[in-house]
């Protein structure tokens, strides 16, 4: 390999870091230099001595966080999915009931976590919130994925005479694989945010220890740092939600899917 | 070998009109016998990839009778005949050995056998080497080989190509022709191949038959008596002769309904 696109790559993973640090630097030299006071606007070294100080709780709480976020998650890929399959077997079924899964889509999840939070236990409805949120993707980009079979391959499938459980497993699910995947990588992200807003509706509801519920707990405590350093783990936890995502995505479709193919100059 | 003779196909009266606009083809009768090569040639849109698709059974005529070796196609089973379309139409997910393992998983065959079966078919087409290649891997003359392997594996008494080599450069083409020739002598197969080059279709076959435009009709039925069909059988007088003929016959098919 030449050097040029060595030191591209390299260039192009120092950009954002240096951004990073000019703008840590910035904001400490504007807090230092007019001299703000903690509770309107804590520095960064603040911010890290209380993420070090407050570890252990914070810790806890995002643990808390990501496993609400991880069976919203899980609850979304399993159900976007059994949803999808099912509408593809079914058209009845399809008209039936997508008109509510789209209802409950573009309804703001804010204001349907409070009504959940009365009616169910409060980790469930947690969850709940998760899983409405992320679920959708999955299964809009299931089912364009599962219609997004090329018409020469179902004429091949019909022509080997393959049962529709044949067909379904050898040529819709792979053909639907990659957008599956999409969608999974937008439920990721989508559930961290429902479990987030669950927990802060909760939190003003009474008990909680997500990082939501810590921001919010903080908020009226005026412990400003804490709500810095709650939010930058949150945006940290997001960040490598998704990169998991994208990476477990590459890994399965590197061999074969346009999107995972490296360029080649 | 198979003995020779019987009708391997046999269209009565067939035709097809999708709903709602005019018929698109027929009505046809046309028998072709076992082992026989015939070609399919037509203006582009008449029909043929219609008919193609019909004796295969993948679509249903709009009336009319369609037998494959005697048998109506809710009949046969999947493994009576061998298609290859116009485009390779693999599944690039899949290797070449597993796309052309796919029919004998579909038919229940166990794995074990069935990859020696498929790697059969590849090194039959010339691409033993590739078998762990994904489509991608592959040139577009190599993925129509893995097309063509994937049709023979089941051992069909018919094939059914659809313009298979249409997308190629000619030295590719003439090389596949050539192969499939081979194939075919070696084989004796069945063959229906669709083209819409007068030259291939006179190289290939031991009949061809000239379908008119939209809806597509049979125009005429030349039959190519040729012994030898190589390189010199291509720059021969009879070759020019026939493909004359076949052109002729081509010219007026496309006029016959350009008049009406
Ligand atoms: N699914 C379909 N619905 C409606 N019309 C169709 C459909 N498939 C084909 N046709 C029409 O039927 C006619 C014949 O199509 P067909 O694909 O059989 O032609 P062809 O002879 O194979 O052409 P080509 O040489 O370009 O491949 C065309 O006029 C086309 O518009
Ligand atoms: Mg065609």
């Not at chain 1, 260039?11 to 001299?35: D, E, K, T």
Request: glycine fraction near 8%.
């Amino acid at each position: 390999m030449s050097e040029a696109p060595i030191r591209g790559r390299i260039l192009r993973a120092a950009l954002p870091v240096a951004v990073l640090l000019v703008g840590i630097a910035a904001w400490q030299l504007v807090v230092s230099v007019n001299g703000i006071p903690s509770y309107v606007l804590p520095g960064p070294a603040l911010v890290a001595a209380t993420l070090i100080e407050d570890w252990p709780l914070l810790w806890s709480s995002l643990l808390t966080t990501l496993s609400t976020t991880f069976q919203g998650f899980v609850a979304a890929a399993i159900g976007g999915v059994a949803l999808a399959l099912l509408f593809s077997r079914s058209k009845w079924l399809e008209l039936a009931l997508l008109p509510y899964a789209i209802i409950l889509q573009v309804t703001p999840v804010i204001a349907i976590a409070p009504l959940l939070l009365i009616y169910l236990p409060q980790q469930t409805a947690v969850v709940a919130c998760a899983w409405i949120v992320a679920f959708f993707p999955v299964l809009s980009n299931t089912m364009l994925g599962l219609n997004s079979v090329d018409r020469n391959l179902a004429g091949l499938f019909a022509l080997y005479r393959a049962s529709r459980w044949q067909t379904l497993r050898y040529l819709r699910l792979p053909a639907a694989l990659p957008y599956m995947l999409g969608g999974l990588r937008i439920a990721g992200g989508l559930s961290l945010i429902g479990a987030v807003v669950a927990e802060i509706a909760a939190g003003s509801a009474g008990s909680g220890s997500g990082l939501a519920y810590r921001i919010a707990e903080s908020g009226y405590r005026l412990n400003i740092p804490r709500m810095f350093a709650a939010l930058l783990l949150l945006s940290v936890a997001g960040v490598v939600i998704y990169m998991a995502l994208a990476l477990a995505s590459h890994l399965l479709l590197r061999r074969w899917h346009e999107s995972a193919l490296r360029k080649e100059s | 070998m198979t003995a020779r003779g019987g009708d391997a196909i046999r269209l009565r009266g067939l035709t097809k009109a999708y709903d709602g606009r005019g018929p698109v083809l027929g009505p046809i009768d046309l028998d072709v016998r076992r082992g026989e090569f015939v070609s399919l040639l037509g203006p582009s849109g008449c029909g043929k990839s219609t008919a193609l698709r019909i004796i295969a059974g993948v679509s249903a005529p709009t009336s009319g009778e369609v037998a494959v070796a005697g048998h109506p196609a809710a009949e046969r089973t999947g493994r009576a005949i061998g298609f290859v379309f116009q485009e390779p139409t693999l599944m690039p997910w899949a290797s070449a050995r597993d796309n052309v393992r796919l029919p004998l998983t579909l038919a229940g065959e166990a794995r074990h056998d069935a990859d020696r079966r498929a790697d059969a078919a590849l090194a039959r087409v010339g691409l033993g080497e590739f078998a762990g290649a994904f489509p991608r891997e592959l040139s577009g003359g190599m993925k129509m080989r893995v097309s063509l392997a994937r049709a023979l594996v089941t051992e069909p008494d018919v094939l059914l190509l659809d313009e298979p080599f249409a997308a190629l450069d000619e030295i590719t083409r003439f090389r596949l022709n050539d192969d499939l020739l081979a194939l075919w002598r070696g084989l004796g197969k069945t063959v229906v191949f669709v083209t819409h080059s007068v030259f291939e279709s006179v190289y290939l076959s031991q009949r061809v038959v000239v379908m008119t435009a939209r809806p597509g009709r049979i125009h005429a039925d030349i039959r190519i008596d040729a012994v030898e069909r190589d390189a010199n059988f291509r720059t021969s007088a009879e070759y020019a002769a026939w493909c004359r003929r076949a052109s002729l016959a081509l010219a007026e098919a496309s006029e016959a309904v350009a008049v009406t």
